[in-house]
């Protein structure tokens, strides 16, 4: 799978209202051990994170991620805008995201996501 492919199956990994379906789409891509970090919380491993979204979902009934921008990549990491929507497509929050792929660019390791636009100076 290419990284395109990658990144979309994670997003759809938050966005599938169904457990199963989620759990397998995180892991077709998460490596073993791998880590995301945002600003409220840090989990290791597809099972950690995946109870971090199951508490996303029932915060945030039929809420789903939407990649908003291309992927820029160099060097084995990448990074992509992001945002989460309601059921009816209003923005709930934004970010962006910075991705550590594995040495042959099949799995995410690590994971970095930031909310809101950066500040001015």
């Excluded at 929507?85 to 040495?103: K, M, P, R």
Aim: hydrophobic share 45%; charged share 20%; aromatic share 8%.
């Amino acid at each position: 799978m290419d990284t395109l492919e990658l990144i979309n199956r994670y997003c759809a990994a938050w966005s599938d209202p169904q457990p199963e379906v989620r759990a397998a789409l995180l892991e077709s891509v998460w490596a073993p051990g791998a880590t995301y970090t945002d600003p409220r919380a840090h989990t290791t491993g597809a099972g950690e994170l995946l109870a971090h979204i199951a508490k996303v979902h029932a915060s945030r009934p039929h809420s789903r991620v939407v990649r908003t921008t291309a992927l820029d990549t160099h060097h084995g990491m990448l990074r992509f805008g992001w945002k989460a929507v309601d059921a009816a497509g209003a923005t709930l929050v934004e970010g962006i995201d910075v991705v550590f792929l594995s040495a042959d660019a099949t799995r995410i390791e690590r994971i970095a996501g930031f909310f809101g636009p950066l500040a001015p100076i």
